[in-house]
């Protein structure tokens, strides 16, 4: 299943660095998400985006910087990361009502240099 | 705040064992809990979805149940197989919020 895809799937970068990663789903959900996933943690939710507006932001530092300009489109855009920010960066959507599952991307492996 | 726990955190088993996966979670305010399995480098796979109102779904050779009340969930597999080796996670989703456990791994033996 392609239902949620994103790129790029591999990114090795800078501390200085500017890059954006990309989410593109077309299940026509209403809800996408970013998650962060790093080894020996549980998933951590960092934003929610319900018709577009962003609904939930779990205290993610400001060098993450979401942006959803449709409901089929999720970006994220990073600047001045730092090492501790190297992880599995996992999209997700859903129906906004929530009775539905979710439906993940496979991830972009972000390493910061 | 929600906290997710899943036990044990590994477990190993032989071809053809059918085998339990559990799942508990501190706050029974939530919508529903659903199970995943993501292969090493992959994303989550959903496999199950139980609404808060309901107490088991069954796909195939899986089935979950769930005690809202005790905050409990549990993944059954039948007749295990090789290919069902991965890390099997849950979520609970009490309104935006979605809660993940750490997950448990599983390797299937042949």
């Known amino acids: 299943e392609t239902g949620v895809t994103q790129t790029p799937r591999h990114l090795v970068m800078g501390m200085t660095n500017k890059k954006s990663l990309k989410c593109e789903q077309h299940?026509?959900?209403?809800?996408m998400y970013w998650y962060k996933q790093s080894a020996k943690k549980p998933l951590e939710l960092m934003f929610v985006?319900?018709?577009?507006?962003?609904?939930e932001n779990n205290s993610v530092p400001s060098r993450f910087s979401p942006e959803c300009p449709n409901s089929s489109h999720l970006f994220l855009h990073l600047h001045t990361l730092q090492p501790e920010d190297s992880a599995l960066y996992l999209c997700?959507?859903?129906?906004?009502?929530?009775?539905?599952?979710?439906?993940f991307g496979d991830g972009t492996r972000l390493s910061i240099l | 705040k929600q906290e997710v726990t899943q036990i044990p955190a590994a477990l190993s088993v032989p071809e053809g064992e059918n085998l339990v996966l559990n799942c508990s979670f501190t706050?029974?305010?939530?919508?529903?809990l659903q199970w995943f399995r993501q292969d090493p480098g992959k994303g989550l796979t959903s496999l199950l979805l139980?609404?808060?109102?309901?107490r088991e779904q069954t796909s195939g050779r899986l089935n979950a149940s769930l005690d809202k009340s005790s905050g409990r969930s549990t993944l059954y597999i039948a007749a295990s197989q090789p290919g069902d080796s991965a890390t099997y996670l849950c979520?609970?989703?009490?309104?935006?919020?979605?809660?993940f456990g750490t997950g448990t791994s599983l390797t299937v033996i042949p």
């Open positions: 997700a959507s859903s129906t906004r009502q929530g009775r539905q599952p979710q439906h």
């Open positions: 299940l026509g959900h209403n809800a």
């Open positions: 985006y319900s018709l577009e507006e962003r609904v």
């Open positions: 706050d029974s305010a939530i919508y529903n």
């Open positions: 139980i609404q808060s109102s309901q």
């Open positions: 979520a609970v989703r009490p309104g935006n919020q979605f809660y």
